[in-house]
Protein backbone atom coordinates (compact mmCIF):
# COMPACT_ATOMS: atom_id res chain seq x y z
CA UNK A 1 0.00 0.00 0.00
CA UNK A 2 1.43 3.60 -0.88
CA UNK A 3 3.06 5.14 1.91
CA UNK A 4 3.54 8.96 1.34
CA UNK A 5 0.67 10.88 0.93
CA UNK A 6 1.44 14.67 -1.05
CA UNK A 7 -1.57 16.49 0.30
CA UNK A 8 -2.22 17.68 3.70
CA UNK A 9 -5.70 16.51 5.18
CA UNK A 10 -7.76 16.89 8.02
CA UNK A 11 -6.19 13.89 9.99
CA UNK A 12 -2.21 15.72 9.15
CA UNK A 13 -3.85 18.65 11.08
CA UNK A 14 -4.58 16.39 14.28
CA UNK A 15 -0.75 16.18 14.48
CA UNK A 16 -1.03 12.77 16.16
CA UNK A 17 1.61 10.49 17.06
CA UNK A 18 0.35 7.23 16.30
CA UNK A 19 -2.97 6.27 14.16
CA UNK A 20 -5.92 8.08 14.17
CA UNK A 21 -8.54 5.92 16.93
CA UNK A 22 -12.29 6.49 16.56
CA UNK A 23 -14.07 4.35 19.16
CA UNK A 24 -17.04 3.96 21.44
CA UNK A 25 -20.63 1.26 20.81
CA UNK A 26 -22.06 0.17 17.96
CA UNK A 27 -24.96 1.83 19.60
CA UNK A 28 -25.75 4.62 21.99
CA UNK A 29 -28.10 3.01 24.15
CA UNK A 30 -28.46 5.29 26.96
CA UNK A 31 -27.21 8.42 28.64
CA UNK A 32 -25.00 6.60 31.22
CA UNK A 33 -24.13 4.60 28.48
CA UNK A 34 -22.62 6.55 26.79
CA UNK A 35 -20.98 8.60 29.08
CA UNK A 36 -19.52 5.94 31.07
CA UNK A 37 -17.77 4.86 27.77
CA UNK A 38 -16.51 7.85 27.28
CA UNK A 39 -15.24 8.86 30.25
CA UNK A 40 -13.03 5.15 29.91
CA UNK A 41 -12.03 6.45 26.69
CA UNK A 42 -11.01 9.90 27.71
CA UNK A 43 -7.23 10.60 27.79
CA UNK A 44 -6.50 7.54 25.55
CA UNK A 45 -5.22 7.38 22.15
CA UNK A 46 -9.14 8.07 20.87
CA UNK A 47 -9.30 11.44 19.19
CA UNK A 48 -13.24 10.57 18.20
CA UNK A 49 -15.99 9.15 20.25
CA UNK A 50 -18.19 6.82 17.94
CA UNK A 51 -21.87 5.98 19.00
CA UNK A 52 -24.80 4.77 16.16
CA UNK A 53 -27.86 6.74 16.69
CA UNK A 54 -29.63 5.77 13.99
CA UNK A 55 -29.03 2.11 13.16
CA UNK A 56 -29.43 0.13 9.34
CA UNK A 57 -30.05 -2.99 11.38
CA UNK A 58 -30.90 -5.70 8.36
CA UNK A 59 -34.38 -7.06 9.74
CA UNK A 60 -37.03 -5.28 11.29
CA UNK A 61 -37.71 -5.41 14.41
CA UNK A 62 -34.23 -5.27 16.41
CA UNK A 63 -33.20 -2.28 18.32
CA UNK A 64 -32.85 0.76 15.64
CA UNK A 65 -31.29 3.39 17.97
CA UNK A 66 -32.55 5.82 19.96
CA UNK A 67 -33.03 8.58 17.35
CA UNK A 68 -32.03 12.57 17.40
CA UNK A 69 -32.26 12.09 21.43
CA UNK A 70 -28.61 10.29 21.37
CA UNK A 71 -27.14 13.89 19.86
CA UNK A 72 -27.39 15.56 23.16
CA UNK A 73 -25.46 12.85 24.97
CA UNK A 74 -22.86 13.25 22.35
CA UNK A 75 -22.96 16.49 22.64
CA UNK A 76 -22.55 16.27 26.29
CA UNK A 77 -19.22 13.56 25.45
CA UNK A 78 -17.47 16.39 23.79
CA UNK A 79 -18.27 18.84 27.08
CA UNK A 80 -17.42 16.62 29.74
CA UNK A 81 -14.15 14.63 27.56
CA UNK A 82 -12.99 16.80 25.51
CA UNK A 83 -13.41 14.63 22.66
CA UNK A 84 -14.79 14.86 19.12
CA UNK A 85 -17.49 13.29 17.79
CA UNK A 86 -19.25 10.91 15.18
CA UNK A 87 -22.07 9.13 14.07
CA UNK A 88 -23.96 7.32 10.97
CA UNK A 89 -26.07 9.34 8.88
CA UNK A 90 -27.99 7.90 6.26
CA UNK A 91 -30.27 10.66 5.23
CA UNK A 92 -30.38 14.61 4.82
CA UNK A 93 -32.82 14.56 7.79
CA UNK A 94 -29.90 13.04 9.84
CA UNK A 95 -27.46 15.48 8.33
CA UNK A 96 -29.54 18.27 9.26
CA UNK A 97 -29.97 17.23 12.65
CA UNK A 98 -26.42 16.07 13.01
CA UNK A 99 -25.00 19.25 12.01
CA UNK A 100 -27.47 21.46 14.56
CA UNK A 101 -25.82 19.53 16.76
CA UNK A 102 -22.22 20.23 16.14
CA UNK A 103 -21.53 16.49 15.71
CA UNK A 104 -17.79 16.58 14.28
CA UNK A 105 -17.45 13.91 11.77
CA UNK A 106 -20.24 12.21 10.34
CA UNK A 107 -19.93 8.47 9.01
CA UNK A 108 -21.83 6.93 5.86
CA UNK A 109 -22.94 2.96 6.35
CA UNK A 110 -22.24 0.31 4.11
CA UNK A 111 -25.66 0.35 3.36
CA UNK A 112 -25.94 3.33 2.42
CA UNK A 113 -22.92 2.99 0.09
CA UNK A 114 -24.28 0.76 -2.26
CA UNK A 115 -27.02 3.35 -3.36
CA UNK A 116 -26.14 6.41 -5.34
CA UNK A 117 -29.62 7.94 -4.73
CA UNK A 118 -28.50 7.72 -0.90
CA UNK A 119 -24.69 8.93 -1.59
CA UNK A 120 -25.68 12.02 -3.91
CA UNK A 121 -28.92 13.06 -1.01
CA UNK A 122 -26.04 13.21 1.31
CA UNK A 123 -24.09 14.88 -0.53
CA UNK A 124 -26.09 17.89 -1.40
CA UNK A 125 -26.94 17.87 2.50
CA UNK A 126 -23.49 17.90 3.18
CA UNK A 127 -22.14 20.51 0.50
CA UNK A 128 -21.10 23.95 2.40
CA UNK A 129 -20.42 21.96 5.29
CA UNK A 130 -17.32 21.25 6.66
CA UNK A 131 -17.73 18.33 8.57
CA UNK A 132 -15.02 14.98 7.99
CA UNK A 133 -17.30 12.48 6.14
CA UNK A 134 -16.09 8.80 6.05
CA UNK A 135 -17.32 6.63 3.43
CA UNK A 136 -17.69 2.86 3.88
CA UNK A 137 -17.09 0.30 1.91
CA UNK A 138 -20.40 -1.13 0.46
CA UNK A 139 -22.30 -4.34 1.73
CA UNK A 140 -20.82 -5.63 -1.72
CA UNK A 141 -17.22 -5.97 -3.00
CA UNK A 142 -17.67 -3.72 -5.68
CA UNK A 143 -14.77 -1.01 -6.06
CA UNK A 144 -16.53 1.42 -8.17
CA UNK A 145 -19.56 1.42 -5.94
CA UNK A 146 -17.10 2.72 -3.52
CA UNK A 147 -15.12 5.41 -5.60
CA UNK A 148 -18.34 6.45 -7.04
CA UNK A 149 -19.96 7.65 -3.40
CA UNK A 150 -16.49 9.47 -3.10
CA UNK A 151 -16.62 11.23 -6.50
CA UNK A 152 -20.42 12.24 -5.20
CA UNK A 153 -19.20 14.00 -2.31
CA UNK A 154 -16.23 15.66 -3.61
CA UNK A 155 -18.16 16.75 -6.24
CA UNK A 156 -20.64 18.73 -4.07
CA UNK A 157 -17.54 20.21 -2.53
CA UNK A 158 -16.71 18.40 0.61
CA UNK A 159 -12.97 18.62 0.96
CA UNK A 160 -12.63 16.27 4.67
CA UNK A 161 -12.99 13.21 3.00
CA UNK A 162 -11.83 9.55 4.01
CA UNK A 163 -12.77 5.71 3.74
CA UNK A 164 -13.38 2.72 6.25
CA UNK A 165 -12.57 -0.44 5.32
CA UNK A 166 -15.48 -2.38 7.31
CA UNK A 167 -15.32 -5.85 4.67
CA UNK A 168 -17.68 -7.16 2.71
CA UNK A 169 -20.90 -9.37 2.59
CA UNK A 170 -20.14 -13.08 1.37
CA UNK A 171 -22.62 -16.29 1.47
CA UNK A 172 -19.39 -18.88 1.99
CA UNK A 173 -19.28 -19.52 5.45
CA UNK A 174 -16.14 -17.59 7.14
CA UNK A 175 -14.23 -16.77 9.58
CA UNK A 176 -15.05 -13.25 8.88
CA UNK A 177 -18.34 -11.44 9.44
CA UNK A 178 -17.49 -9.38 6.28
CA UNK A 179 -14.20 -10.74 4.52
CA UNK A 180 -12.01 -8.37 4.50
CA UNK A 181 -10.29 -8.86 0.74
CA UNK A 182 -7.88 -6.51 1.46
CA UNK A 183 -6.74 -6.11 -2.52
CA UNK A 184 -9.82 -4.28 -2.56
CA UNK A 185 -8.60 -1.84 0.08
CA UNK A 186 -5.25 -1.51 -1.27
CA UNK A 187 -6.74 -0.80 -4.47
CA UNK A 188 -8.76 1.81 -2.95
CA UNK A 189 -5.25 3.40 -1.66
CA UNK A 190 -4.07 3.26 -4.77
CA UNK A 191 -6.89 5.50 -6.89
CA UNK A 192 -7.04 8.06 -4.01
CA UNK A 193 -3.70 7.63 -2.07
CA UNK A 194 -3.85 10.68 -0.13
CA UNK A 195 -7.54 10.08 1.21
CA UNK A 196 -7.14 9.17 5.42
CA UNK A 197 -7.99 5.39 4.82
CA UNK A 198 -9.57 3.77 8.50
CA UNK A 199 -10.04 0.17 8.89
CA UNK A 200 -12.80 -1.61 10.98
CA UNK A 201 -12.06 -4.69 12.70
CA UNK A 202 -15.08 -5.01 14.20
CA UNK A 203 -17.91 -5.29 11.54
CA UNK A 204 -15.30 -7.54 9.61
CA UNK A 205 -14.83 -9.78 12.39
CA UNK A 206 -17.76 -10.03 13.92
CA UNK A 207 -15.65 -11.63 16.76
CA UNK A 208 -14.07 -9.37 19.57
CA UNK A 209 -11.02 -12.19 19.66
CA UNK A 210 -10.01 -11.61 15.90
CA UNK A 211 -10.37 -7.83 16.46
CA UNK A 212 -6.35 -7.30 17.19
CA UNK A 213 -5.04 -9.25 14.26
CA UNK A 214 -7.15 -7.43 11.76
CA UNK A 215 -5.76 -4.31 13.17
CA UNK A 216 -2.04 -5.33 12.87
CA UNK A 217 -2.66 -6.19 9.44
CA UNK A 218 -3.97 -3.15 8.67
CA UNK A 219 -1.39 -1.43 10.23
CA UNK A 220 1.39 -3.81 8.20
CA UNK A 221 -0.70 -2.36 4.93
CA UNK A 222 -0.16 1.30 6.52
CA UNK A 223 -3.87 1.90 7.04
CA UNK A 224 -4.46 5.66 8.39
CA UNK A 225 -6.41 4.49 11.13
CA UNK A 226 -8.80 2.29 13.38
CA UNK A 227 -12.64 2.13 14.00
CA UNK A 228 -13.16 -0.36 17.41
CA UNK A 229 -16.50 -0.57 18.50
CA UNK A 230 -15.78 -0.15 22.18
CA UNK A 231 -18.47 -1.33 25.03
CA UNK A 232 -17.97 -0.83 29.11
CA UNK A 233 -19.83 -4.55 29.22
CA UNK A 234 -19.71 -5.75 25.42
CA UNK A 235 -21.88 -9.12 26.08
CA UNK A 236 -24.91 -7.04 27.11
CA UNK A 237 -24.20 -4.22 24.02
CA UNK A 238 -27.71 -3.75 22.43
CA UNK A 239 -26.33 -4.31 19.01
CA UNK A 240 -22.76 -5.99 17.71
CA UNK A 241 -22.49 -7.78 21.06
CA UNK A 242 -19.98 -10.23 19.74
CA UNK A 243 -17.49 -7.76 18.29
CA UNK A 244 -17.31 -4.98 20.97
CA UNK A 245 -14.08 -5.07 22.99
CA UNK A 246 -13.94 -3.13 27.02
CA UNK A 247 -12.46 0.31 26.85
CA UNK A 248 -9.32 -1.32 28.77
CA UNK A 249 -8.81 -3.97 25.88
CA UNK A 250 -8.82 -1.09 23.64
CA UNK A 251 -6.06 0.71 25.40
CA UNK A 252 -3.93 -2.54 26.21
CA UNK A 253 -4.26 -2.74 22.33
CA UNK A 254 -2.69 0.51 21.36
CA UNK A 255 0.62 -0.73 23.49
CA UNK A 256 0.72 -4.22 22.05
CA UNK A 257 0.14 -3.19 18.10
CA UNK A 258 3.56 -2.86 16.31
CA UNK A 259 2.85 0.72 14.42
CA UNK A 260 5.20 1.21 11.79
CA UNK A 261 7.23 4.48 11.50
CA UNK A 262 7.28 6.19 7.95
CA UNK A 263 10.88 5.85 8.68
CA UNK A 264 10.48 1.77 9.14
C1 LIG B 1 -21.65 0.55 12.44
O1 LIG B 1 -20.57 1.16 12.28
O2 LIG B 1 -22.16 0.34 13.55
C2 LIG B 1 -22.32 -0.02 11.25
C3 LIG B 1 -23.63 -0.22 11.21
O3 LIG B 1 -21.47 -0.34 10.29
P1 LIG B 1 -21.59 -0.90 8.79
O4 LIG B 1 -22.25 0.19 8.01
O5 LIG B 1 -20.16 -1.10 8.46
O6 LIG B 1 -22.38 -2.17 8.85
MN1 LIG C 1 -21.90 -2.11 14.78
Not at 83 to 98: F, G, P
Amino acid sequence: MKNKKEMRTWLDDLNLDHPLVIAGPCSAETEEQVLKIAHELKNTDVSYFRAGIWKPRTRPGMFEGVGALGLQWLQKVKAETGMKTCTEVANAAHVKLAVEHDVDLLWIGARSTVSPFIMQELADALAGTDKIVLVKNPVNPDLALWLGGIERLHNAGIKNLGAIHRGFSTYEKTKYRNIPEWQLAIEFQNRFPDLPLINDPSHITGNRDMVFDVCQTALDLNFDGLMVETHYDPDNAWSDAAQQITPKALVQMMIDLKIRKESD
